[in-house]
Nanobody
Framework: EVQLVESGGGLVQTGGSLRLSCTFS????????????IGWFRQAPGKEREGVSC????????YYTDSVKGRFTISTDNGKNTVYLQMNSLKPEDTAVYYC?????????????????????WGQGTQVTVSS
């Protein structure tokens, strides 16, 4: 069973930065790790959960939703089984609960991260609040 542990959320002013971390483990995940995409969704109050960014573990390909391009950067530390989301130039509209997620790499990344139903494992979520 795959397990995801997130950290790094918090309160920051507009224009500030935060770095989210997601560390994963689990025998099934390790066996098939190269076939997975891992990244972040977010959900603001009253809104649907949306895909923010992901990375394919085997190829290192990345995806970003348009609203965060140029501000967010996703990266991995293979030795630590950790994925990071560096968030710069934060805006109030980035306020949301951010969820780490894993999906089988069975479609192009924009397709994988366009909907939640392709995700098979979720983290517990971490709150990001950007004050104006």
């Amino acid at each position: 069973e795959v397990q995801l542990v997130e950290s790094g959320g918090g309160l920051v002013q507009t224009g500030g930065s935060l770095r989210l971390s997601c560390t994963f483990s689990g025998s099934t995940f390790d066996d098939h790790f190269n076939d997975h995409a891992i990244g972040w969704f977010r959900q603001a109050p009253g809104k649907e959960r949306e895909g923010v960014s992901c990375i394919s573990w085997s190829e290192g390909r990345t995806y970003y939703t348009d609203s965060v391009k140029g501000r967010f950067t996703i990266s991995t530390d293979n030795g630590k089984n950790t994925v990071y989301l560096q968030m710069n130039s934060l805006k109030p509209e980035d306020t949301a609960v951010y969820y780490c997620a894993v999906a089988d790499y069975q479609a192009p990344l924009p397709v994988l991260w366009s909907a939640t139903h392709l995700v098979h494992t979720w983290g517990q979520g971490t709150q990001v609040t950007v004050s104006s």
